[in-house]
């Protein structure tokens, strides 16, 4: 029984959501409680409970979270120093000199995790070939450890130029900071990208270690509690790539991480268009506190070898393999409020503690949970299966004392605008993964999740120009779910220089060759034995002369052909797409090579469920509320619970239909289908 079971858990800002795998049975089982900031193990022991599982049965346990994320974006990480080459203590905080809006007179850059006084330089110096030109001094690192002892420091970041080329003198200095002072966390660039770039490198290993000794702590007391507990299987968490990796190797390389949660979300999003025959979807989840969009492309999840936290103006960037989600600080939980004589929405959150108004857990400010709640659109009985009682009173005091008494509007249309601008805003998250990387957004079909996402669905669709949404199956713990499809998976990428037409094919094996035996090793390290081993390969080209590049994914059978002209179409079609345009008279050259090595696991069963007519059952339909539509007003609404609802069923808004996480909203006009797996099709009406 032990190696049939699999667990997942994905901690958010509001909820932890649990969903269990019997691989003997190919039952699925849901659970979902509110986080618990303090210990947050006790929100995944509440949320196992809810499914009724004992840790002890568990074979592969799954994990995603946020911490990562919300530890630079808090800016409560470790104390952290720099070490880095001499001469070059300062190019982490000039960066790229980037000014995205030249007339924007509040413009301010991005603010580095360490601070000057805490970059130290060493002279040392690997030449661009790998060539050393000035030997690393062991005395002169040890000297700098001891003083960073005396500091105060808990990590340390080392960077050193070219060691991408050449990384012996990061391990030197790492392993013997590590051996003079255990308790530092260490970390040293070459481990996390083997890309040029010193800035960007210098961003993503100073990143890693400021996070590092809190995640690997985290990490450490989910395990113990685990093995206390009885668990004697596998620990993996989700990658920032929606892949899995072990829970040791994440305490050490914890910046993979950064997005676990929703890229889980997005790897649910694929299996789903798999099974219904899609090419093209938006994976829309939006919970407590956030809301995220991803992209799946010709059946595939779109991914990125770097990111920008914090937003394009004054972000830090990452460079690292991860999905490519886009995301925005309005989910269920964010505080509506007026400022300067304004309505904003977000992006604070008032999270699981205090919660919304509505919770009665002390919250006093309104939320979006509480205006769905004032406009009929939640059922105060009926929130978590009626598990969690809602108060309606608290959410109107909330809103009009916060927000209706100081715009001299009633509870009604205060709470309407709420909505309309979280709308707007959470537009904005779909436009960053479409229309801003040259996709039409109107080719696409929304995939809506998360506990807030199916609320919201039609709304945001219909102020994008979407035609078609779908509501998986549990959606309120979709990204939980969407790990049950996640494989053992390791990004690797070097960088190397050549033209393409100089280019070659026998080196080009051979470094993919090291690079995927590099995966393989890494995947027979962990405990688990997947079915089969899958690889996949991309080269960052860009035309002569250019100084950025682009990723193109690249078929195997073009490296079987050594197929140059294939290879150049591939790169010309990826560059249009992006850009709007391609030069296929122009020469090009390779940057870096990249692979990704997976461990293919068993995936649960994708099951139809029941048939029946157009019209629902008797047992389907649950009464009549009064719903607040945006120029129609409150009208009676029928209501349905979507456990008794069959495929092809049809219902046309408005409706409401609810379940024990989730409820989607219909508004006059869409046409909903149950689809022969259980998911709603919506038909999206347009605006009278």
Not at 27 to 52: D, H, M, W
Not at 241 to 246: E, H, V
Request: hydrophobic fraction near 40%; aromatic fraction near 8%; charge should be negative.
């Amino acid at each position: 029984m032990s190696d049939q079971l699999r667990l997942s858990a994905d901690i958010g800002g509001t909820f932890t959501d649990v969903s269990v795998f019997d691989e003997a049975t190919g039952k699925l089982k849901f659970g979902k409680a509110l986080s618990t900031p303090q210990r947050l193990v006790e929100g995944i022991n509440n949320g196992v409970a809810k499914t009724e599982t004992d840790y002890k049965n568990v074979g592969l346990f799954l994990h995603g979270s946020t911490i990562a994320i919300n530890t630079i974006l808090e800016r409560k990480g470790a104390k952290t120093a720099l070490i880095i080459t001499k001469g070059f203590r300062d190019i982490y905080e000039i960066g790229r000199i980037n000014r995205p809006d030249s007339y924007n007179l509040f413009f301010q850059k991005h603010e580095p995790l360490v601070e000057r006084a805490l970059r130290f330089e060493i002279n040392e110096r690997v030449l661009a070939d790998g060539e050393v030109e000035k030997p690393l001094d062991d005395n002169e690192v040890a000297a700098l450890s001891d003083k960073l002892k005396d500091l105060g420091m808990e990590a340390v970041a080392i960077l050193f130029l070219h060691c991408y080329r050449n990384n012996d003198h990061e391990k030197r200095a790492k392993a013997l900071i590590e051996k003079r002072h255990p308790g530092f966390f260490v970390s040293a660039s070459h481990e996390l990208s083997q890309e040029y770039r010193e800035f960007e490198r210098c961003s993503t290993v100073v990143a890693n270690a400021y996070i590092g000794p809190k995640v690997d702590r985290y990490i450490g007391e989910i395990d113990e509690h685990l093995r206390k507990s009885g668990f004697k299987g596998s620990f993996l968490i989700v990658q920032s790539t929606g892949g899995l990796y072990a829970a040791e190797q994440a305490r050490t390389y914890c910046i993979r991480m950064l997005e676990s949660g929703p890229a889980a979300g997005v790897i649910g999003t694929r299996t789903l268009c798999q099974t219904l025959g899609l090419k093209n979807a938006i994976a829309f989840d939006m919970g407590g506190t956030t809301a995220k969009a991803g992209v799946i492309h010709d059946g595939e999840p779109l991914t990125t070898g770097s990111a920008l936290l914090g937003g394009y103006e004054k972000a830090l960037p990452v460079q690292i393999a991860m999905m490519d989600i886009f995301e925005v600080g309005t989910g269920g939980g964010s505080l509506a409020r007026v400022e300067e004589g304004m309505l904003r929405v977000g992006p604070q959150s008032a999270g699981a503690s205090p919660g919304p108004a509505c919770y009665g857990l002390g919250g006093t400010q309104p939320t979006i949970t509480d205006v769905n709640l004032v406009l009929g659109r939640l059922g105060a009985d009926r929130f978590l299966g009626g598990e969690m009682k809602l108060d309606v009173e608290a959410a109107k005091k909330a809103l009009k004392v916060h927000v209706g008494d100081k715009l001299g509007m009633d509870t009604t249309t205060a709470a309407d605008g709420i909505l309309r601008i979280a709308a707007t805003a959470m537009s904005y998250a779909v436009k960053g993964v479409t229309t801003e990387r040259g996709l039409d957004v109107g080719d696409y079909v929304l995939v809506a999740y998360g506990g807030a996402g199916p609320l919201h669905a039609v709304e945001v669709a219909r102020e994008l120009g979407m035609r078609k949404v779908i509501i998986p199956t549990a959606p309120g713990v979709f990204s939980a779910y969407g790990m049950l499809f996640s494989d053992l998976r390791y990004d690797y990428v070097r960088t190397w220089f050549t033209r393409l037409d100089e280019a070659s094919f026998e080196k080009i094996e051979g470094v993919y060759k090291e690079l995927e035996g590099e995966g393989r090793e890494a995947i027979a390290a962990t405990a688990v034995k997947p079915d089969q081993i899958e690889t996949k390969r991309a080269v960052d080209m860009r035309y002569v002369g250019q100084e950025h590049a682009v990723t193109v994914d690249v078929p195997m059978e073009v490296f079987q052909k050594q197929d140059r002209a294939a290879m150049k179409k591939h790169f010309d079609a990826q560059h249009e797409q992006r850009y709007g345009t391609c030069a296929p008279e122009e020469r090009a050259e390779i940057v870096s090579l990249r692979t990704a090595v997976s461990g293919i696991m068993r995936k649960p069963p994708q099951e139809k469920i029941a048939a029946g007519g157009p019209e629902p059952v008797k047992e389907a339909f649950t009464g009549k509320r009064p719903v607040y539509y945006d120029g129609v007003g409150f009208t009676d609404t029928p209501t349905y619970a979507r456990a008794h609802l069959v495929a092809g069923n049809k219902i046309t808004g408005p409706a409401l239909i609810e379940e024990h996480a989730s409820t989607t909203v219909l508004s006059p006009g869409d046409l909903l289908t149950v689809n022969a797996y259980g998911h709603l099709e919506i038909a999206v009406a347009g605006r009278k």
